[in-house]
């Protein structure tokens, strides 16, 4: 692939989970169905972090969690920090570098310090700093008084106290009408049309928000039929031996709902994720007209998925299963791809991203990335030594629940620092229903025995042909954790209730795994 070096058309989603862009799926996303047909789908893309600003920063860094300092959504109260830590890169700032001129339209989410500009866009869209300052939602409030009063309204969940929670937010009758084709989409359009034509080579992302909670268009929810769908494999998971948090959000909130509910719900979902599609027909549309499709490489990327009702879930956060973490992304670059209309089934990061734009822009990183680039990918080539391995951080969506999981082909290892760990062999359990290492499936001692065993076993016990495995994905989990400077370290013993601790990671590191059998 020896193309001079291509314009770059981010298209930037929210909350879009990979299986809704997939033929068998129900939900209908023409445009980007034909896109995928002209172009590269990575069919194994994750999010480090089910969280919109940490997955976003990761995207914008190419550096996890851990590294870039953002753990939490940047406008809340609650965040750990409202900005990336010093000295972390974002790879705006080596386009810039290397040439390129950048605009920035829509939602930016990625710190509450800084606004694109500071980092080298043009702000396309308006941006503000709005760092938060501690309980602002109740200064200068009354008192509403909280009643129950009647049966629950079609479509909500009650939540004294707080305010219902509705499966959808209503509709507008055009697609001209959305907040983010007047935000985002629209404006974003307008700057294509200028940016091809300059001379430079230019980057511009165009980024959206969506999900259920999203005012959506009337008529793409109605070419849905809730009636027909079938509801996820998952959704009857009851998650008896899984962490109790999960169940509580299961059962106290969207639990509440009967199944033609939520069947109307992942309608409200599919339609937002067709509006989505609509948005990037226009864009694909406006690109074609300047005549520089062949010169640019367009992404079309979630930044973290939705449960969409999967174990009868909806949204995201601390439940750790694929579907939040699954998300699509599709290139295609008619002037330089090779071999289009390929699927790419290798393991990839959302922190690869990064390091493949600096490449294809003719210049290298000033900092380590967590990522490496898919440009081999996007010449039909295979990496040589490419990762067996994927890693996840979230601290937990505002409330902190410190959470690291590690994934290989066969198997999903949770750590849960709040609660006892996850298993999933995804070979025999793709829809990760079955905790192996729950401790009910195993015989325990009993605490504080007169005559407890002399010899030694991890705690909790499980079967014997699994602690092999357990030992081996909290080998990676650890090691993984060094390398990215994470701060899960603490040996204080009513905290660190990690059944193997920091030290089989770094025998991993330096290659004694022999040790781990």
């Known amino acids: 692939m020896d193309a001079p070096r291509p314009n770059i058309l981010i298209f930037l989603v929210d909350e879009m989970q990979f299986d809704v862009t997939q033929p068998s799926s129900p939900c209908q996303m023409p445009a ?70 950048l605009s920035y339209a829509g939602k930016w989410h990625l710190s509450n310090e800084e606004t694109p500009a500071d980092r080298g866009w043009n702000e396309v869209t308006s941006f503000a700093k709005k ?55 629209g404006p974003g359009i307008e700057e294509l049309r200028r940016l091809t034509q300059e001379d430079d080579p230019w980057c511009l992302c165009i980024s959206t928000d969506m999900g259920p909670k999203s005012v959506g268009v009337r008529a793409l929810f109605e070419q849905y039929d809730p ?21 509580r959000i299961r059962e106290q909130v969207w639990g509440q709902l009967s199944l033609a509910e939520v069947r109307e719900g992942m309608a409200s979902y599919f339609a937002n994720c067709s509006l989505e599609d609509c948005y990037f027909k226009r864009i694909l549309q406006a ?44 290139a295609r670059w008619p002037g330089g791809l090779v ?20 490449e294809l822009a003719g210049t290298t990183p000033e900092d380590a990335k967590s990522g490496r680039s898919l440009v081999p990918f996007l010449k039909n080539e295979t990496p040589s ?7 996840f951080q979230t601290n937990g969506n505002e409330v902190y629940y410190t959470q690291r ?57 499980i079967a014997p042909q699994l602690e092999p495995v357990r030992r081996e994905m909290m080998s990676r989990i650890w090691a993984f954790a060094i390398q990215e400077n994470d701060t899960i ?23 004694d795994r022999n040790a781990q059998t």
């Open 32 to 101: 980007l169905q034909k896109f995928a047909e002209e172009g590269v789908t990575f069919t194994r893309a994750f999010t480090p972090s089910p969280h919109c600003c940490p997955s976003r920063a990761t995207l914008m860094t190419g550096v996890y969690p851990s590294r870039h300092g953002i753990c939490n959504n940047v406008e809340t109260d609650t965040a750990h920090q409202f900005g990336l830590n010093p000295g972390v890169r974002t790879f705006a700032q080596d386009l810039i570098r290397a040439g390129y001129r």
């Open 405 to 461: 999981i590690a994934m290989t082909d066969r198997y999903k290892y949770v750590y849960n620092a709040f609660d006892y760990d996850e298993l999933y062999d995804l070979e025999k359990d793709s829809g990760e229903l079955v905790n192996l290492i729950h401790p009910s499936r195993y015989p325990q001692p009993e605490p504080f025995a007169e005559t407890p065993e002399q010899d030694v076993h991890p705690l909790p016990r």
């Open 385 to 391: 030594n490419w990762r067996d391995d994927l890693f």
């Open 131 to 185: 760092i938060p300052r501690g309980h602002r939602q109740w200064a200068g409030r009354t008192a509403k008084p909280v009643v129950l009063d009647g049966p629950r309204a079609h479509g909500h969940m009650v939540r004294p106290g707080w305010g219902d929670q509705v499966i959808n937010s209503g509709f507008v009758d055009d697609i001209l009408q959305t907040h983010y084709y007047q935000n985002a989409v």
């Open 227 to 247: 009636s027909t769908f079938d509801l996820p494999p998952n959704f009857h998971d009851k998650m008896e031996d899984k962490p109790n948090i999960y169940r």
């Open 287 to 330: 690109l074609e007209e300047t005549g520089k499709a062949d010169d640019t490489l367009v992404l079309f990327i979630s930044d973290h998925g939705d449960y969409n009702f999967a174990h009868g879930l909806q949204y995201m956060g601390i439940p750790p299963f694929r579907e939040a973490y699954h998300v699509p992304v599709v």
């Open 339 to 358: 071999a289009p209309g390929r699927t790419v089934d290798h393991l990839v990061s959302l922190s690869d991203i990064a390091p493949t734009l600096i």
């Open 489 to 511: 370290f603490s040996g204080f013993a009513p905290i660190a209730v990690a059944t193997y601790g920091p030290m089989v990671g770094l025998e991993w590191m330096q290659g």
